[in-house]
T-cell receptor, first 109, second 114 residues
Framework: RKEVEQDPGPFNVPEGATVAFNCTYS??????FFWYRQDCRKEPKLLMS???SGNEDGRFTAQLNRASQYISLLIRDSKLSDSATYLC??????????FGAGTTVTVRA | DAGVIQSPRHEVTEMGQEVTLRCKPI?????LFWYRQTMMRGLELLIY????????DSGMPEDRFSAKMPNASFSTLKIQPSEPRDSAVYFC????????????FGEGSRLTVL
């Protein structure tokens, strides 16, 4: 079983729509959680950390459900510039980050 | 501020040739990671260093792969001999000791082995 599993998508949404997707993780002892964004043929970049109580960063909302071992990301009022692959990232121990394969989001005009 | 710098950006080589990928981490970062990304397997951690010392190389596919970090500002990943299945994007990333979730990636080295 993979450490982090994501629906690869693609999620095709019109501008202004809301899109949400999840990932699941296998290690219940995982310590922290993140979403990274990767544009086509670019390097991954940290989008936001995910806190137990849930957190927002502008149009982005992240939620963590430790009991069910899943993390979600919601994007409100989608922009064309939100088109990217979103990588779910879990920190199972002090040094390692485990990356999901990514969920591709395409926002159309 | 300079980010993580990798070279070459693109490399096309023939099977059996030696490939050397280079990385300069962000100054002051004491962790350095080498990842490989393919469509089939996503991002895989190959090896990581802390203060120039290799800590975990369990992700290195086989003995054909080796990595070094002779000083705090330089690391290499070497493949010898290269095979077509090594074709991938190789990313180097670095971070500080305190913010374990924030990796700064280089732009990657896209390797094609014919």
């Amino acid at each position: 079983r993979k450490e982090v599993e994501q629906d690869p998508g693609p999620f095709n949404v019109p501008e202004g729509a809301t899109v949400a997707f999840n990932c699941t993780y296998s290690n219940s002892a995982s310590q922290s959680f993140f979403w990274y964004r990767q544009d086509c043929r670019k390097e991954p970049k940290l989008l936001m950390s995910v806190y137990s109580s849930g957190n927002e960063d502008g149009r982005f909302t992240a939620q963590l459900n430790r009991a069910s071992q899943y993390i979600s990301l919601l994007i409100r009022d989608s922009k064309l510039s939100d088109s990217a692959t979103y990588l779910c990232v879990v920190r199972p121990n002090d040094y390692k980050l485990s990356f999901g394969a990514g969920t591709t989001v395409t926002v159309r005009a | 501020d300079a980010g993580v710098i990798q070279s070459p950006r693109h490399e096309v080589t023939e099977m059996g040739q030696e490939v050397t990928l280079r990385c300069k981490p962000i100054s002051g970062h004491d962790y350095l990671f080498w990842y490989r990304q393919t469509m089939m397997r996503g991002l895989e951690l190959l090896i990581y260093f802390n203060n120039n010392v290799p800590i975990d190389d369990s992700g290195m596919p086989e003995d054909r792969f080796s990595a070094k970090m002779p000083n705090a500002s330089f690391s290499t990943l070497k493949i010898q001999p290269s095979e077509p299945r090594d074709s991938a994007v190789y990313f180097c990333a670095s971070r500080t000791g305190t913010r374990a979730g924030e990796l700064f990636f280089g732009e990657g080295s896209r390797l094609t082995v014919l």
